[in-house]
């Protein structure tokens, strides 16, 4: 696929293919896509007084929900001028039952990415780490991609339970304050993080994955969420592990030109 980038009548980037049409991850994708929660897809959004109550997935229809307090708000000037479902990290979070359809569990390999507008401080350890995707159960049997506080810096990071603990791969290059795409890598043998465009940081484990819930905004540890996400998200992706590379490329810098 040939890519290139352009700039919209709006001032913001914008992913074209080879035929001059605006990226879109379901026609670039196709079957290698399982599931995409998009902020700027706001017919998919239910929310009242700006407040979010369903988010739903473009692929599978499978959405994620909150009620009262726990609800997130969607802001569409948000993310660098385009919308963003904000989290206030204390009780934000939505939560589906079970995982979407396709979805790898188990040992199953995946690939995972999330845009994001990480404001929690570097000091802020009240929450650590914080989440801004998962699904699974508890630590030891979940997938994650979140934030750590690490040595006085925001980080970003992938985790993949056991069975037994968490294990998680860290980038220290990059400060994950603001706005940032980070890619979780579920090998049969390995996770990995990579954040925007820093080298892949890839530490050994083997997968165990549950189908107790999913959640954007906080852990899956139990019925109640914590290690809450604290700003914005503007899309979530899932997609098969063995996506072609230049398929990969194009997802990357499409999610790239968005912050």
């Known amino acids: 696929m040939r890519l290139a980038l352009d700039l919209s009548l709006s001032g913001l980037p914008v992913v074209l293919n080879g035929g001059g049409a605006p990226y879109d991850p379901i026609a670039a994708l196709g079957a290698n896509l399982l599931c995409w929660w998009d ?3 706001a017919d998919l959004i239910t929310r009242a007084g700006g407040f979010v109550s369903s988010w739903a997935d473009r692929v599978t229809g499978f959405a994620l929900t909150a009620a009262g307090a726990m609800q997130p708000q969607y802001l569409p000037t948000a993310f660098n001028g385009r919308p963003s479902v904000v ?7 939505l939560t589906g039952s079970g995982l979407p359809p396709g979805v790898p ?6 690939r995972m990415f999330v845009l994001i507008d990480q404001q929690a401080l570097a000091t802020d350890t009240t929450q650590n780490p914080r989440l801004a995707f998962a699904y699974g159960g508890n630590v030891a049997n979940s997938r994650r991609l979140q934030r750590l506080a690490n040595t006085g810096v925001n980080r970003g990071e992938a985790s993949q339970g056991n069975g037994t603990s968490g294990v998680s791969a860290l980038n220290r290059d990059v400060d994950l304050t603001g706005r940032h795409v980070m890619q979780a890598i579920i090998a049969a043998d390995s996770v990995s993080v990579i954040v925007d ?7 050994a ?3 165990a994955t549950n189908t107790d819930r999913t959640r954007i905004g906080g852990s899956t540890a139990s019925p109640t969420s914590s290690n809450y996400w604290l700003g914005g998200v503007a899309a979530v992706l899932i997609c098969a592990f063995n996506t072609p590379q230049v398929q990969l490329d194009g997802l990357h810098a499409w999610l790239m030109s968005r912050r």
């Open 197 to 203: 465009n820093a080298p892949v940081v890839t530490t």
């Open 205 to 207: 484990v083997t997968p």
């Open 39 to 41: 902020a700027d897809h």
């Open 105 to 110: 569990s188990g040992s199953n390999p995946v």
């Open 87 to 93: 989290f206030d990290g204390v009780d934000d979070v």
